[in-house]
């Protein structure tokens, strides 16, 4: 059953901002955004930034270009952007445009670029950048020729076979550095990397038994946290979660723990985000329940001796009237966590996939590619989630990309899609309660 109704009637004696010091009064903090749209091209399902060039000012990725900050306006080609479709115009003449098959073609493609991070990966000082080309194809880094003015920058394949639709880097081992989370060939794992050469192939470290129905290629939903509490890294997919051994020899298989996170029949989501929501000492989950669907909640952690157990509270629903805002959209192929408006609590940003099979499949192909972050509310040991849209015209790729941008302490959002890409800039504004309280979403029931 959702618990919003009462959100919003809290939402005043929660999340304060902070104390005005000139004025001595309290006041509240209205997030909007800034779009900015680099691109109408179709180049990848993702992005992320850094500052690549060493000025001082964040940059930021999507598909084979980087695009220098702060005004993203010069781009920068590191790895061949060779892909071009052809449209016949209104005029009859036929054209030839850059990019992959998305919005611009009128039809479905897709690039390949799924997902790109960035990291120091030769700890030369220099950030590069890492792409997951496809699912099931090899996953490459590229080395920041530091300003030296080479076209391409150099590639290294640092695994062949990298499954799954949100594979992600993140710190399994606990030494301070990221492994490739993904599944391969059938199994549940992640790749190790060779940090003394980190040019070389990886070692993929298979944490479950073989399952290709369960585990392959278009597999939806995978993450890692700390579940258990015990201070190891732990992964977590649809079906339950996987509890990382003390002192793992890397060959055993680690034991799963059933807490199904999507409904019976669901193909399971995105990212899985794994945080202590309502800060009682256990970390939750949240997720969306299909990728190609609808649906989106946290299982909170709940604790009956050494039993753990999971509870859901339901976000958003299959139809608008499952929401007390009327929210609803589908097809939430990534998601992530940040502080949106730096009151202390870690939010959830999500939207949705626009065309992730094309214009005529999957649930509501036609709606509004949406962006939103569900702002977190804690109220003695609950919390609840208010929808605040970012904008209706953009919406996600299989991931949505959070960080400090624009140089302030407020996150800022980067998007890459069918659409193109996009940075949408934070652009807080410190109001009264009055003022704050007339901006926020009103609950329909």
Aim: with cysteine.
């Amino acid at each position: 059953m959702f618990r919003f109704a009462v959100a919003l009637l809290l939402l005043v004696s929660f999340s304060v901002d902070a104390q005005n010091k000139k004025g001595g009064g309290r006041k509240k903090v209205i997030n909007s955004f800034s779009k900015q749209k680099l691109t109408d091209k179709f180049w990848a399902e993702g992005a992320h930034y850094g500052d690549f060039n060493k000025d001082g000012k964040v940059d930021v990725v999507i598909g084979p270009f980087w695009y220098e900050g702060p005004k993203f306006k010069k781009a920068h080609e590191y790895y061949p952007a060779t892909n071009t479709f052809k449209v016949k115009g209104n005029d009859g003449l036929e054209r030839t445009i850059r990019g992959f098959t998305g919005e611009l073609s009128g039809r479905n493609g897709y690039s390949n670029n799924f997902l790109t991070y960035t990291y120091d990966f030769n700890d030369d000082g220099w950030i590069d950048i890492l792409v997951f080309g496809w699912p099931g194809k090899e996953t490459i880094w590229y080395e920041n020729p530091k300003n030296k003015h080479k076209k391409h920058w150099k590639a290294h394949v640092i695994w062949n076979e990298t499954d799954n639709e949100s594979p992600q880097l993140g710190d399994i081992t606990g030494d301070g550095k990221p492994e490739l989370v993904a599944h391969s060939q059938g199994y549940l794992g992640y790749v190790e990397l060779d940090w003394k050469n980190p040019t070389k192939v990886g070692t993929f470290r298979k944490i479950s038994h073989f399952d290709k129905k369960r585990f392959f290629r278009y597999t939806h939903g995978y993450g890692y946290g700390d579940i258990d509490g015990d201070g190891r890294v732990d992964l977590v997919e649809r079906d339950g979660w996987w509890k990382q051994p003390r002192n793992w020899d890397g060959k055993s298989k680690w034991k799963f723990n059933r807490g199904p996170f999507a409904p019976e029949g669901a193909r399971g989501g995105a990212q899985m985000l794994v945080h202590d929501f309502n800060k009682d000492g256990l970390n939750d989950v949240a997720t969306s329940h299909d990728g190609h669907g609808y649906g989106l909640s946290v299982y909170f952690q709940t604790r009956d001796g050494a039993l753990i157990y999971f509870l859901e509270e339901p976000i958003l629903g299959s139809k608008p009237s499952d929401s007390p805002y009327n929210v609803c959209f589908s097809q939430l192929h990534s998601l992530t966590l940040a502080d949106m408006d730096q009151d202390g609590m870690m939010d959830i940003v999500t939207g949705k996939r626009f065309w992730a099979h094309g214009p005529g499949k999957d649930a509501d192909p036609a709606g509004p590619a949406v962006l939103y972050w569900f702002k977190a509310v804690k109220e003695r040991r609950d919390v609840y989630f208010i929808p605040m849209q970012i904008d209706d015209n953009s919406g996600v790729g299989t991931q949505v990309t959070v960080g400090n941008i624009n140089g302030d302490k407020f996150p800022d959002v980067v998007v890459g899609n069918k659409k193109g890409a996009f940075v949408f800039l934070n652009q807080p504004k410190r109001v009264s309660w009055a003022e704050y309280n007339a901006a926020l979403p009103k609950a329909a029931w």
